[in-house]
C-alpha cells in the first residue's frame, strides 16, 4: 500500500521569507512519482512540481524546489520568497509506476503574513 | 483547451435523490479518477478508470456508481444521496501508460450538499 503523510496541518511565514512544507511517503515501488499541488480559496488544484524518484537532482520550478530524500522518504516542498498569493491549502501527492491511482496527503494549510 | 470540465459547480439534494455528476475531458487521456475532499481528510479516490470500458474502486466507492463509454467521458452517479456525501467532488485526468511521471489534471470541482 502506498502512504503520503503531511503532518502540518497549518504553517504561518512571513511574507519575503522561505517556507518548508512535509511531506513523508510509503511506498514499495521502485519506481514512482511525488507531486506538490496547490489549493488557494477558489478550490482550484493547481500542479506545481513534480520529482521521479530516479532523479539524482532536486526538482525546480520558479520559486519552488522540492527537497527529495529517497533514503528517509521525505518530498518537502520550499517555498522561497513567499508572497501573500502564496496563502493555500497544500497537498503531497504520489503515483507508483503502474500507478493508475493517485495518492494524497491530507494537505497543509499555509498563511502569508504580511 | 477546455482540459477537464466538471458540471455542475454547486448542487443541493435531498437525501434518497440520485444524480450524476458530469466530467468531460478533451485531453484524449486514458486514465480518469473521481475523488472526494473532506476537511481534513485531504482527497480520497472514490472510482477510476484506466480506459474506455474499464473501471474500478478506490477507497471510498460506496453509495456510488461509475460507466466509461467514451475516451472523454466519465460520469459519477449518486445512487440515493446521504448526509455524508455531502462533499467537494474533483474529476481528474491522466495520460495512461506506464510512468510515474504523469500528474493529473484536474477539474474545478463539483460542491455538493444532501440535505
Known amino acids: 500500500a502506498q502512504k503520503i503523510t503531511q503532518t502540518q496541518p497549518g504553517m504561518f511565514v512571513q511574507e519575503k521569507e522561505a517556507v518548508t512544507l512535509d511531506c513523508t511517503y510509503d511506498t514499495s515501488d521502485q519506481s514512482y512519482g511525488l507531486f506538490w499541488y496547490k489549493q488557494p480559496s477558489s478550490g482550484e488544484m493547481i500542479f506545481l512540481i513534480y520529482q521521479g524518484s530516479y532523479d539524482e537532482q532536486n526538482a525546480t520550478e520558479g520559486r519552488y524546489s522540492l527537497n527529495f530524500q529517497k533514503a528517509r522518504k521525505s518530498a518537502n516542498l520550499v517555498i522561497s520568497a513567499s508572497q501573500l498569493g502564496d496563502s493555500a491549502m497544500y497537498f503531497c501527492?504520489?503515483?507508483?509506476?503502474?500507478?493508475?491511482?493517485?495518492?494524497f496527503g491530507t494537505g497543509t494549510s499555509l498563511t502569508v503574513i504580511p | 483547451n477546455a482540459g477537464v470540465t466538471q458540471t455542475p459547480k454547486f448542487q443541493v439534494l435531498k437525501t434518497g435523490q440520485s444524480m450524476t455528476l458530469q466530467c468531460a475531458q478533451d485531453m484524449n487521456h486514458e486514465y480518469m479518477s473521481w475523488y472526494r475532499q473532506d476537511p481534513g481528510m485531504g482527497l480520497r479516490l472514490i472510482h477510476y478508470?484506466?480506459?474506455?470500458?474499464?473501471?474500478d474502486q478506490g477507497e471510498v466507492p460506496n453509495g456510488y456508481n461509475v460507466s466509461r463509454s467514451t475516451t472523454e467521458d466519465f460520469p459519477l452517479r449518486l445512487l440515493s444521496a446521504a448526509p455524508s456525501q455531502t462533499s467537494v467532488y474533483f474529476c481528474a485526468s491522466s495520460p495512461g501508460g506506464s510512468g510515474a511521471y504523469y500528474g493529473y489534471t484536474f477539474g474545478s470541482g463539483t460542491r455538493l450538499t444532501v440535505v
Open positions: 478508470s484506466v480506459g474506455a470500458g474499464i473501471t
Open positions: 501527492a504520489m503515483r507508483g509506476i503502474y500507478g493508475n491511482q493517485f495518492y
